[in-house]
C-alpha cells in the first residue's frame, strides 16, 4: 500500500504595513498580508520572504490601476486574485494564499478624490470646447437655458457669441499657429544663438506689421538696413 505524504501548511504571520502604488504615483496604498502555503521541493532559507515579496509584487501589479479614494476595490480586486491557491515559479513554495488588509490615509484619499474631479472638470471643459467651436450659438443657447423665462439679455448675448468667435478662432489658427512655432523654436534653438535667430525673426514680422503694437509692448527694434 502506497502513503501519500502531506506537507503540512505553514502560516504566514500578519506582516506590514507594506506601501502598494496607487493611480497617482506620489499616493500609496497600506498593505498588511497574511497567507499560508506548503513548502515546495526547492529549499530556501528564507521561504517566509520570498512569501512576501511575491504577495506584494503581485498585490501591486494589481493596485496600481486604483485611486486612494476606492480602496474597497482594490483590496477586493487583490484578494480575488491573491486567495487563489498560486506555486512558486522556482518551487520554493505550493499552495500560497494571501490575504492583504488595505488601508489609506484620509489625506490621500482626499487628494485622489480631488485628482478625480480635477480630470473630470477637464473632460468637460474639452468637450464644451469641441462643442463651442462647432456650434458657437451654444454658448447663448445655455444661457437662457440656465435663465428661464427671465428678459433675454440682448447684450449678454452678443458678448457669449464674441467669446464663442475667440474660441473658435484661438483653435482654428491661433493655437495652431503658437504650437507650430514653439515646436519650431524646440527644433532650432538648439544653442542660445539660433534661439535668438529665430525670435528675432518674429520680432521683425510684428514689426514689419504694426511698429506701434510691437513699441507698446517694449519689444527691441531691429537694426534699420
Partial sequence: MRFKFRRRRIEVPRSGPYQLPTALEA?????AITGSFTPGSARHSEVTSVVLVDACNRAASISQAFGADDVLAAGAAINADLGRPRDCPN?????????????VT???????????RDEARIARMKHLRSVISSDPSLLAIEYLDRNPGAPPDLAKIVEYYKMAGYLQEAGEWWGS?????NELVAISGKT???RARVMKRLR???Y??????AAKHCLPKPPDG
Fill in 27 to 31: 499616493i500609496r496604498f497600506d498593505a
Fill in 192 to 194: 542660445p544663438q539660433e
Fill in 91 to 103: 518551487d520554493h513554495y505550493k499552495q500560497l494564499t494571501v490575504t492583504v488588509g488595505l488601508t
Fill in 204 to 206: 521683425d514680422a510684428i
Fill in 208 to 213: 514689419e506689421m504694426d511698429a506701434g503694437l
Fill in 177 to 181: 499657429l503658437l504650437a507650430a512655432w
Fill in 106 to 116: 484620509a489625506e490621500a484619499a482626499r487628494a485622489a478624490a480631488e485628482h478625480r
